[in-house]
């Protein structure tokens, strides 16, 4: 069974998913990330799903419980790298992942993580800025 | 019966030269238009029926008459092309009919059996190329609408970059599913090419907004959320903020009654300002 690889990139942690996903491969990706991050104190975590051509209910509800796993574990879910065909379909299945932020590439979700962290971090010197 | 048949098509190359005179005149007097060009596809059409109607009149499906069948394709194509009333094409055939019966009465004079016999044959023949002619006609208008609703389709759905990282759907029409998908794959395609992390969708061409559209604009709005671009939803008119009031929908999602202001936004979000430019250099004097 193969492993989904998990790089850790300052205070993030980077999962990118090339595989076809199935159970038993969500539950051992859920523990390996719970674990990483309690490990590697991380902050937030970047699921990037760009080589993902299908992505169905499974996946969509795999994604949520990331980030709610994440946010008790204080780290911010940033779901990057979507495609157009997917998005469509996952709107379609009234899936708007609502408890996930996303981004459009890794950059950009970078970013986004960084602004959130500091956003929590700082929250008097964004007021007062 | 094959002998029929026989008689009809050496019938047509006896007196092929009448027949043309006649069914031109027919035509032209008909209000089909007459030129060389119809001179020379009633030309054709006439080898054509000599050369097939050895054949069976029944059934004009078959694999002999496909010669004909393409000449009537392509006849009634260039009419539709042209803009010639279903009339005016349906005439092409039918007007036919005068001359071939006054050819059959004149041959068969003698033997009236015979004359009505021949006479319901041709006209059965006739009558199935007209309506064939007719249903092409008719085919390819409906393919010349479809391609003008494509066309539209894409017309109507343009994605502007209003500023680096900000794209505006300025949506016109109503918004039905075809439309939506549309829409909201273009707007997707643009997304991922751009990199742009806010989209403004302006409604104020929609010219009513009801629980289905509204329901279309939640899908584009959470389809691009999904690529990690935010939506400022622009353009709402007061009557449309009542409807939308009223039909107790949350739209759940940031809107602007005007496009202007849905760009302030943008423009605020990230991080760039618009400022007067007599202003900065006023600061920057006072800095120095």
Redesign the interface.
């Known amino acids: 069974m193969s492993e989904i690889p998990i790089l850790k990139i300052g205070d993030c942690l980077l999962v990118s998913i090339q595989v076809d996903m199935h159970d038993r491969l969500a539950m051992a990706l859920q523990d390996d990330l719970t674990q990483r991050i309690v490990a590697d104190r991380a902050r937030g975590v970047m699921i990037d799903i760009s080589a993902l051509e299908i992505v169905d209910s499974f996946i969509g509800r795999m994604l949520n419980n990331i980030a709610a796993m994440s946010r008790v574990l204080d780290a911010v879910t940033v779901?990057?790298g979507?495609?157009?065909a997917?998005?469509?379909t996952?709107?379609?299945l009234g899936l708007?992942?609502t408890g996930v932020r996303?981004?459009?590439?890794v950059d950009?979700?970078l970013a986004?993580i960084r602004s959130i962290i500091d956003d929590s971090e700082h929250p008097d010197a964004r007021r007062a800025g | 019966m094959p002998d029929d048949n026989l008689v009809i098509a050496a019938l047509i190359e006896k007196h092929k030269q009448t027949l043309l005179r006649g069914w031109l005149a027919a035509q032209k007097r008909d209000g089909g238009a007459s030129d060389s060009a119809d001179a020379d596809l009633s030309k054709r059409f006439l080898d054509e029926l000599r050369g097939t109607a050895a054949g069976q009149f029944n059934d004009i499906t078959t694999a002999e008459w496909k010669g004909m069948r393409d000449l009537l394709e392509d006849f009634s194509r260039a009419r539709v092309t042209q803009g010639f009333t279903p009339t005016q094409t349906a005439i092409f055939v039918f007007s036919f009919k005068e001359p071939l019966f006054e050819m059959l009465r004149r041959e068969l004079a003698a033997d009236g059996d015979q004359l009505a016999h021949q006479i319901w044959n041709v006209t059965r023949l006739l009558d199935q190329l007209g309506l064939y002619t007719i249903a092409c006609y008719a085919r390819t208008r409906e393919e010349v609408i479809g391609r003008q609703q494509q066309e539209l389709l894409e017309l109507s759905t343009p994605v502007v970059e209003l500023w680096d990282g900000i794209l505006a759907l300025p949506l016109i029409g109503t918004l039905d599913s075809a439309r939506t998908q549309t829409v909201m794959e273009n707007l997707l395609e643009r997304l991922v090419s751009s990199g742009a992390e806010i989209a403004i969708i302006d409604i104020t061409g929609v010219p009513t907004v009801d629980t289905l559209v509204a329901q279309h604009l939640i899908k584009t709005i959470s389809a691009a959320r999904l690529m990690g671009a935010d939506c400022i939803l622009s353009g709402i008119r007061p009557q449309i903020a009542q409807t939308i009031v009223h039909l107790g929908l949350d739209l759940n999602v940031v809107s602007k009654a005007t496009m202007a202001d849905a760009l302030a936004l943008a423009l605020r979000r990230s991080g760039k300002a618009v400022v007067d430019r007599a202003r900065p250099v006023e600061t920057g004097a006072a800095g120095q």
């Open positions: 779901v990057v979507m495609r157009p997917v998005a469509i996952l709107v379609e708007a992942l996303t981004a459009l590439n950009k979700g986004l």
